[in-house]
């Protein structure tokens, strides 16, 4: 599995080493209500559970899920991640909230975005941001995406549907998007 680097950041596969901070972190409401599939309260077990899962999504070519770290210190902030579902990679990351309003989600995401397009040879990605979750809409507007509807979309967290909207991105839009 690939490692990459931007300038703040080492991007690695997630580790076993990392689920008492991965359970800390998304155990934390404001980050397990924006996400789709993840529970709350959110246990040891559910980490273990998620590396396990990384590790088998990409061995078989389904998913490319980093570990967001910080290069100064090693420390773990959070996931940043590719999903193929019918065909086309779902871009989704979080970051424990300490880590919020310093630009890492926009740099973590940018260089995943262009993993996809230029190592696996995606065509295009999409992301989903939930209503009340404007941070996910901005980070999603700085790598280029455009809006592409919108629709409900379960949130295992809240236990309900929320208004979600859909943002796409091609590889033509990226590669404009870095050249301007
Ligand atoms: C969404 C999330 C990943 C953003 O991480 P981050 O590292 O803070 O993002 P960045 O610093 O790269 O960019 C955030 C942008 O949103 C803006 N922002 C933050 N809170 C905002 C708010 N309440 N309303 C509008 N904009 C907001 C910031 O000002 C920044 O934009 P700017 O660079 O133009 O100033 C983080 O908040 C998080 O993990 N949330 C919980 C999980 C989640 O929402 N995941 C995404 C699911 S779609």
């Not at 991007?11 to 008492?20: A, Q, S």
């Not at 309003?101 to 990605?125: D, P």
Request: charged share 25%.
């Amino acid at each position: 599995m690939a490692r990459l680097e931007t300038e703040r950041l080492l991007l690695r596969p997630p580790e076993f080493r990392d689920v008492p901070a991965i359970t800390t972190w998304i155990g934390d409401w404001d980050v397990a209500k924006n996400l789709a599939s993840v529970p709350h309260p959110y246990r040891e077990d559910d980490a273990q559970g998620f590396v396990a899962r990384t590790i088998e999504k990409h061995a078989v070519g389904e998913g490319y899920c980093f570990a967001v770290t910080r290069k100064q210190d090693g420390v773990f902030m959070g996931n940043c991640a590719l999903q193929l579902k019918d065909g086309q990679f779902e871009l989704g990351y979080w970051l424990g909230k300490p880590f919020w309003r310093q630009g890492y989600a926009t740099e973590a995401a940018k260089k995943v975005v262009s993993f996809a397009f230029h190592n696996l040879k995606a065509t295009s990605i999409w992301a989903g941001w939930y209503h009340d979750n404007p941070a996910s809409g901005r980070v999603l507007q700085k790598l280029g995406c455009r809006h592409d509807g919108a629709e409900p979309r379960f949130s295992l967290a809240r236990g309900h549907e929320v208004y979600c909207h859909r943002m796409a991105l091609t590889r033509e839009e990226f590669g404009r998007k870095k050249a301007a």
